[in-house]
C-alpha cells in the first residue's frame, strides 16, 4: 500500500503540480495567427531554398566554366 503522506512530498509528484499549475497560464495562439506565422515559414523555407539553389547552380557553371579551359 502506498503512504500518501510520503506521496505528496515527493519531488516528481510537486513537479508536476507546478507544471499543470503553470499550463494554466500558457496563452496558446489562435488558429489565425498559427496559420499566419505557418505561412511566414514557409515561404522563408522557400525563398532560402531557392537561393541555396541559385548559389550552387551559379558555383557549379563557374567550377565549369574555369576547368573548361585549355591551357
Do not use: C, H, Y
Not at 503553470?22 to 495567427?33: G, M, R, W
Not at 505561412?39 to 557549379?60: E, K, N, P, R
Amino acid at each position: 500500500m502506498v503512504n500518501l503522506s510520503k506521496l505528496s512530498n515527493n519531488k516528481v509528484v510537486n513537479f508536476l503540480k507546478s507544471v499543470f499549475t503553470e499550463l494554466k497560464f500558457v496563452e496558446f495562439p489562435t488558429k489565425k495567427d498559427t496559420i499566419r506565422l505557418s505561412t511566414i515559414v514557409i515561404l522563408i523555407s522557400i525563398l532560402f531554398g531557392m537561393a541555396l539553389f541559385l548559389s550552387d547552380w551559379g558555383l557549379q557553371t563557374l567550377r565549369n566554366l574555369i576547368t573548361s579551359f585549355k591551357f
